[in-house]
């Protein structure tokens, strides 16, 4: 397609051009500007805190660096502020590695090989990203991308090699090169893995099961810990900290438009929720990446990821009459507003929850030669025999899931966000990715800007001397919110969704 079919298909068919799901921001640093109705709701719905009595004097935690969320950000940022010598605590909701790092399939970019540079692969991030990527972060991304992929070799990665020890890569979506570095089709399970093991040999601290519903700030306005709430019991508890980073990861369990999502169970915007509260400003918060292969059928699985290494391997997109209507490996969003489109033609395949389009999978080892799936792709393999789908054999359904969250909390390049002492790394972060995100950017997003944050933070606390503990600026916004005739009985962080049947 043209540059100008690729906008015409985006207007008319991708989910972020649907204003009717969006609303607008009444208060705070994002006032008058727009996001999904779902994340508005909860950016200017009440805190958990509210009429609580909370001894801020008396902490039951007192670190240096407080890290919230243990996905690949949490963990990288984590390792990095104890390497500089902070006293440094995980608290994490669900437990460490239950994340969208450890879903992720098909793999981690970085420009290390000789016909490729960062300069190029720059260039490929900011095209992805329809060029509103914020330019220093995405210098940043590519220049620190071939050291991070050496960082996780050396920790214990099992990459993908040849017989001569060298990296295999494949091809991406809208990349120029191939400089996807994979495990199998579980690249984000084995860095995850690696990463928790060194946190955990590291002897870092982590509290599983328990939430941040709160950022606290000194009376000065810098961050300086989170009010906790433990998921099994409901006791709260207060962590004191001179610096803290937000690692929540994304939002797809709030199901904007109704759409399934590929995301853990725990992905419910609660990073910008809490950022927001405390008066950091948001950037690209409009901004959505549908994955264009999420499944269709069966039913039990639907809206799960079938990764994009099926198609950098040979996969065509074919409508119900045969026809490859597509290029496989277009960007992301024009992928996905490609396959909604042919669908809206009545050109999909009929299966009881939605019609979905075929992915050609049996053309992998036509091209490549039988067992070729199976070894590079055992993951999607076994998740459709479970159901007695052989993808070596039969083409699968799939239609977009939700998958990423493009925008976030704005930061610097040093991770700050416009709260001091408040850093923010991976998906819970906006402008690496501009409008759009690459295949496999996400991984490197994550071990970047989280060994980055750490890195900063493990600098920044020996610098830090904090005044007294105050929660003024949730009361502040509470006024905000009523002097702007918000009523809601809605509570912000929503922390899990909500999947009890209703009336």
């Not at 090169?177 to 870092?204: F, P, T």
């Not at 994304?250 to 929720?273: C, E, I, K, M």
Request: hydrophobic letters at 40%; glycine letters at 10%; one cysteine or more.
């Amino acid at each position: 397609m043209t540059a100008e079919e690729k906008d015409a298909l985006l207007e008319q068919y991708h989910p972020d051009y649907n204003l009717s799901s969006f609303a607008e921001i009444i208060v705070g640093p994002n006032k008058g500007e727009k996001a999904p109705k779902e994340l508005v709701e909860l950016l200017q719905a009440k805190s958990r805190v509210q009429g609580m009595t909370l001894d801020l004097a008396h902490p039951d935690y007192d670190v240096d660096v407080l890290v919230i969320g243990g996905g690949g950000s949490g963990a990288s940022a984590a390792i990095e502020a104890h390497e500089a010598g902070a006293n440094v605590m995980i608290v994490t909701k669900l437990r460490i590695g239950d994340a969208n790092t450890m879903m992720a399939e098909g793999g981690i970019q970085a420009a290390d090989k000789e016909n490729d540079s960062p300069a190029q692969h720059y260039l490929d991030v900011m095209g992805g990203g329809h060029f509103a990527n914020v330019p220093e972060l995405v210098e940043k991304l590519v220049m620190d991308g071939p050291d991070c992929i050496k960082w996780l070799n050396d920790l214990g990665v099992l990459f993908d090699k040849d017989k001569d020890g060298n990296m295999i890569t494949t091809h991406g979506g809208g990349t120029s090169r191939k400089r996807m570095h994979a495990a199998a089709d579980y690249s984000g399970a084995e860095i995850m893995r690696v990463l928790r093991d060194e946190v955990q040999n590291r002897k870092i601290p982590v509290v599983d099961f328990t939430s941040a519903i709160e950022i606290i700030k000194d009376t000065e306005g810098k961050a300086a810990g989170a009010v906790l709430q433990n998921m099994e019991t409901g006791e709260i508890l207060i962590a004191r900290a001179k610096c803290v980073i937000i690692a929540t990861g994304g939002a797809g369990r709030l199901h904007y438009q109704g759409f399934p999502t590929s995301n853990h169970y725990g992905a419910t915007a609660d990073g910008l929720v809490l950022a927001y509260r405390a008066g950091a400003r948001l950037l690209y918060q409009d901004t959505l990446q549908y994955h264009p292969t999420g499944v269709a059928f069966p039913s039990q699985i639907y809206g799960a990821l079938v990764t994009e290494k099926v198609r950098s391997m040979g996969a065509q997109f074919v409508n119900v009459n045969g026809e490859a209507f597509m290029h496989p490996l277009e960007t992301r969003d024009v992928a996905a507003s490609g396959v909604i489109r042919e669908v809206s033609r009545g050109n999909g395949v009929h299966t009881p929850l939605r019609d979905g389009i075929w992915l050609d999978s049996p053309m992998i080892d036509a091209i490549h030669g039988e067992g070729t799936l199976e070894k590079r792709l055992p993951g999607m393999l076994r998740m459709y025999l479970r159901y007695d789908i052989d993808m070596r054999k039969v083409p699968i359904v799939i239609y977009p899931t939700l998958h990423y969250q493009n925008g976030g909390v704005r930061v610097s390049v040093n991770g700050m966000s416009d709260v001091e002492n408040l850093y923010v790394a991976g998906e819970a972060a906006g402008g690496v990715h501009g409008r759009n995100r690459l295949m496999g950017n996400s991984l490197l997003d994550v071990i970047v800007f989280g060994r980055n944050a750490g890195q900063e933070a493990g600098k920044q606390f020996k610098n830090v001397t904090l005044s007294d503990l105050t929660l003024e600026h949730v009361d502040n916004f509470e006024k905000e919110c009523e002097a702007a005739g918000i009523h809601t009985d809605e509570v912000s962080p929503k922390i899990l969704p909500d999947y009890r049947r209703k009336k």
